[in-house]
């Protein structure tokens, strides 16, 4: 569960974000964000053993110089990985033998682009390598030209992702990370208009997964401990094991996205016990399965008898339209490989299925004959019932379309059409006139950025002086009487 607080860091974070703007589009500020949290996060766990690998680093090359180059040792990162360990001295996996970190990147504003870089490659090979996948290079150079680099890192060093420990009572631990993280993709995936289900695994579920894969029994929740294996026990073999898990759920208390329910721990310990017993019920069914099967894309069925008058109520056919024609647009195709008589019916292709309105007078059978069949051969109507009209029960949904668009009844010119106004000829400026336009109104943004960025950083240098001042005074380094007023 998610500490009390948990909501203020994410928020924290979003809010850095909006340093972005300008330079950045809203759906484009992921590409940042979540490099930068990543960054911080490893810049904090890696603080605690720091020093010990900035030492055997040092200790490394120089033993390296002393050696022929046939014996010297061409990846450090072995030993160093080792080494890197958190506050209870479990080894990270993982290091960076760079002398700098985000407070002293914050302390050199005219070479901060040069130095992150030189920060990132100092991390172990599967660190870059994350770096490489975000492409993150060009970022920085991007907020560099945008002059947006410094105050967003000068943003991130305040940001306090330490794990929690012994030195941070507070500090933010692997869970806590984790959701971090959830919330920050599902906030830049709704930026961006998109369902953030689509981008996450839900929590509740990944827990139930791994109950699932612990192969649990009845008694497994309480006693014992569950062994993890990749191979199915010896009774699940050759069976699929199918749980009715549809109205199992809890409403959630806020919507997430277009997620409004979930799993509740009771609902995962229910499933997980029904899972383990392997058994029959309402609920659970067990079917065997056969390894060397085909995957099914069509079924064989007899024939059906197609009564035009239920599945095309108040339409008149074609006249020449026969019984066998009807049954292939239905999506009754005959069977050619020796079971003859027999109808083959397709899954269809959900990518693939597509709509159509066909006009009040005119039937769908011919709609479909000169508007769809020409260009795709193997498409026939769906006659699904749940597709039917909720009135006559035909095929299709029975409706009524009126284009408001067409005429503006109340406007200063009455029944004027769209395509009067669209026959107007206006006046536009050439295209070369358009481009020196366009031209000048980018380079007129871009100085205007470049103003608002130069202020936020003499606000930031402001601030930095200030402190420095106060320090200075305070430590007795200067005397205030002898400032200027």
Known sequence: MAPPNFQALPNFIWSVADLLRGPYRQPQYERVML???VLRRFDCVLEHSKK???????????KNKTLPAAKRINDFDPTLNKLAKDADGRALGFHNHSPLNFQKLKGDPDNVGRHLLDYINGFSKNIREIFDKFEFDKEIEKMEDSNRLYLVVSKFAEIDLHPKD???????DNISMGLVFEDLIRRFNESANETAGDHFTPREVIRLMV????????DILTNGSPIVTNRKTKKRKRKI?????????RPMPRSLGDKRRYLDQKIIDALSREHGAFKESETSKITKSDPKAAPVIAKLSAFPKLDTAILFPNQTLPKNLTPAELQHICGYFP?????????????????LRDNENVPLNEDIVSFFLREVR????????????????EKDDGIG???????????????AQPELSVETIASQKIGVPSVPEQQRIASHLNSETARIDALVAEKEMMLVLLEQKRSALITAAVTGRINPATLPA
């Not at 409706?399 to 005429?407: L, P």
């Open 35 to 37: 490099p930068m949290t």
């Open 52 to 62: 010990q690998i900035l030492a055997k680093h040092q200790a490394m090359e120089a």
């Open 166 to 172: 012994d030195a941070h009572p507070n500090g933010v």
């Open 211 to 218: 109950d699932l894969l612990m192969e649990p029994d009845g």
């Open 241 to 249: 094991h199918l749980i009715d898990c549809r109205e199992r759920y």
């Open 335 to 351: 069977e050619t490989k020796g079971k003859k008589g027999k109808a083959v019916v397709y899954e269809a292709d959900p990518k």
């Open 374 to 389: 020409p260009f795709v051969a193997n498409a026939w109507i769906n006659g699904d019932p749940k597709l039917r009209d």
């Open 397 to 411: 949904k029975v409706g009524y379309e009126i284009n408001f668009n067409q005429y503006s009844l109340s406007a």
